[in-house]
């Protein structure tokens, strides 16, 4: 029988390198006459052990990592396929700390399974949500999501259950099911993780959520930074045969445009214009995609109902703080040693993460600044790390939680500039429907820098445009935007004299 | 041309909302969308032209000029400026001022721990790239170009 090596096919392992590393593997089991199959699992996440190379051994499935080019011929010399020592060898991964103190709930499988095999995905529990919900009716499906607590987690935090709920009440010929993957914020990448790394999983969600609604199509829209998200999700649609039924899915590319991730400007990119956002009301829940009532939900949130229709509401539920219910995948990034995805659930302060699974900054000096839920999530400084991880208490700070993405700084970064780049940035992707967002963020950058060069009574100025943008604007691009800007003037005002 | 979009039409032609799906397709097969395939498209898809036009611009992702032989996307969001992604495309844009690697700003690449990131022609990944390994990974682009 031969010997299964798992070598990362996840975009952050290619990255380090994980083609040359499979390659060379390849070469050199040929060499030593053994007989391997490799397959390309996605990530653990752990990314600074990437790419991390496992082996089903009669010990178990050994890791080693991170494995380069230059030291597979040793690794196979110290008979890697028997899970021999090397100074590389991690032994069992799931029992280092930083995966043994998570909760992997909607990641179980991600960097364990083969993500384009559906047979190693059902045997990893796999289907077993879909095949509940087949035998249930759409109102128990919805009321089912409903008690398990699931907010979206693309950031927003609105309840899944009642959005499907509002779906399911329309009454409509055509119905759709979206699944938001323009993932944009920097240090997010949890959906690129399912995406490549369990596809099925997503793809499960999606049709688990049209028998909730009574929808037969499905859209993934998936930002065009992320060609192996797509191929991955292409190649596990193409192989699924008839396990969705009647249900179809098609993967849309996207094409750079950040404000596209606000699910009205995605639905306007869909149906093939410029995405530019659309007023609410009407909801897309009663007229979204080709003015038919649309389920439009991130992918973690889509990825998390299969588990919560096999284990049940309660086991979810039971999971987290306050109205924060279950497991938030947080993806640590930036400037930090040991950054990776953390799925844990809510109710872990911010430094337990930066610090205890993070390991602090990677450049070895302090962590001075911390941004959280993307470029529209605000700059929390030391004395803010013991917020706990819960929607309710990052609110309750003027932050956000957003998608779960933690970038961190060190005691280099000039909070000036991180506030002028928060401006630019919304200038860059504003859709340009709105006033404040699209000519607020241009006068944004213009104040920020002549506050820089010394005109420190412009920075009311700066505050009013702010305020004018948070009330003003349309969507989150514009209203938002002042998170950074002001969590930066507000906790580093030593930068901006 | 003509050809290349008559086929990716014929393929499009059943598909609701299949603008940026054609798109994608033409830039694809030609490196980018020629000005003499946008009235085609509006033929095609009943669209005025201002309205191919406009969603041509208004996405980063689609270009109206043939790029460089190859392109280089540097990440240049937060997580990369943790990192040192600003001196990274600092250097990139200054080292490939001419020849025919042509350098573009991203904004994230879903490497977010493991920057600064850089994309070479779509599929290429590296990741915590210094200006000495860019170099080296220019070099490498060139000669086989």
Not at chain 1, 34 to 52: A, K, Q, T, Y
Not at chain 1, 485 to 493: E, I, K, T, Y
Request: charged share 20%; proline share 5%; glycine share 10%.
């Amino acid at each position: 029988m031969s010997i299964t090596i798992f070598v990362p096919g996840d975009a952050a392992a290619l990255a380090l390198g994980a083609d040359e590393v499979a390659v060379a593997i390849s070469t050199a089991a040929a060499k030593h006459k053994l007989d391997i199959e490799i397959v390309r699992n996605g990530s653990r996440g752990l990314f600074w052990l990437e790419p991390l190379v496992e082996v089903i051994t009669e010990q178990g499935r050994i890791a080693y990592g991170p494995v380069t080019v230059a030291d597979v011929p040793s690794l196979f010399s110290a008979n890697i396929t028997r899970g021999g020592k090397h100074s590389l060898r991690l032994g069992d991964i799931e029992t280092l700390s930083y995966l043994a103190k998570q909760k992997r709930v909607t990641m179980s499988r991600v960097g364990v399974i083969d993500p384009a095999s559906l047979s190693d995905y059902r045997k990893h529990g796999g289907g077993k949500g879909l095949e509940l919900a087949q035998s249930m009716t759409s109102a128990e499906i919805v009321r089912l999501v409903t008690d398990s607590g699931l907010r979206g987690r693309g950031g927003a935090a609105f309840p899944t259950g009642i959005k499907w709920k509002t779906v399911l009440d329309t009454t409509a010929d055509q119905k759709y099911i979206v699944c938001n993957a323009d993932e944009g914020d920097s240090g997010t990448f949890s959906d690129r993780m399912v995406m490549e790394g369990d596809p099925y999983c997503l793809i499960e969600g999606m049709a688990i959520a049209g028998l909730a609604v009574g929808a037969n199509k499905g859209y993934i829209y998936v930002r065009s930074e992320y060609p192996h998200a797509i191929a991955a999700l292409n190649a596990a649609l193409d192989s699924a045969g008839d396990w969705l039924g009647d249900f179809q899915i098609e993967v849309r590319k996207a094409a750079g445009a950040y404000v596209c991730g606000e699910e009205t400007a995605l639905l306007e990119s869909i149906e093939g214009k410029r995405g530019i956002v659309r007023s609410k009301p009407p909801l897309p829940a009663i007229s979204g995609l080709f003015g038919q009532p649309t389920v439009i939900n991130n992918v973690i949130s889509l990825a998390s109902v299969p588990d919560i229709l096999a284990q049940g509401a309660a086991n979810y539920r039971d999971l987290g703080v306050g109205r924060s219910r279950g497991t938030l995948p947080f993806q640590l990034a930036g400037n930090i040693k040991y950054g990776g995805l953390v799925e844990v659930p809510f109710g872990l302060t911010l430094r337990e993460l930066l610090y205890d699974f993070g390991g602090g900054s990677r450049s070895g000096r302090p962590l001075r600044a911390v941004q959280v839920g993307g470029p529209l999530g605000a700059y929390l400084p030391e004395s803010q790390f013991d917020t706990m991880l819960d929607y309710e208490a990052f609110a309750a700070i003027g932050a956000v939680l957003g998608h779960g993405g933690i970038v961190a700084f060190d005691d280099t970064v000039d909070m000036a500039k991180q506030a002028r780049y928060a401006m630019k940035f919304c200038a860059i992707e504003s859709c340009g429907k709105c006033t404040p967002c699209r000519i607020g963020s241009t006068r944004g950058v213009e104040v920020i820098d002549r506050i820089r060069a010394g005109a420190h009574e412009q920075i009311p100025l700066l505050r009013d445009l702010c305020e004018t943008m948070t009330y003003g604007s349309m969507c989150a691009m514009g209203s938002m935007t002042p998170y950074p800007v002001l969590s930066a003037l507000n906790h580093f005002q030593e930068d901006f004299q | 041309m003509l050809n290349t979009l008559n086929a990716i039409f014929a393929k499009h032609r059943h598909q609701p909302g299949a603008l940026l799906p054609i798109l994608h397709d033409i830039q694809h097969e030609l490196g980018y969308v020629p000005d003499l395939a946008v009235p085609e498209i509006a033929k095609e898809l009943n669209l005025s032209r201002a309205e191919v036009h406009g969603v041509l611009t208004y996405y980063h992702h689609f270009r109206q000029s043939p790029p460089g032989k190859h392109v280089v996307h540097v990440c240049c969001a937060e997580a990369c400026q943790a990192n040192g992604s600003e001196a990274l495309a600092n250097h990139a844009a200054t080292r490939l001022l001419s020849g025919d690697i042509k350098m573009e700003p991203v904004y994230c690449l879903g490497l977010c721990s493991i920057g600064p990131a850089i994309q070479i022609d779509e599929l290429k990944l590296h990741a915590r790239v210094t200006p000495e390994k860019f170099d080296k990974l220019m070099q490498e682009l060139e000669v086989r170009s």
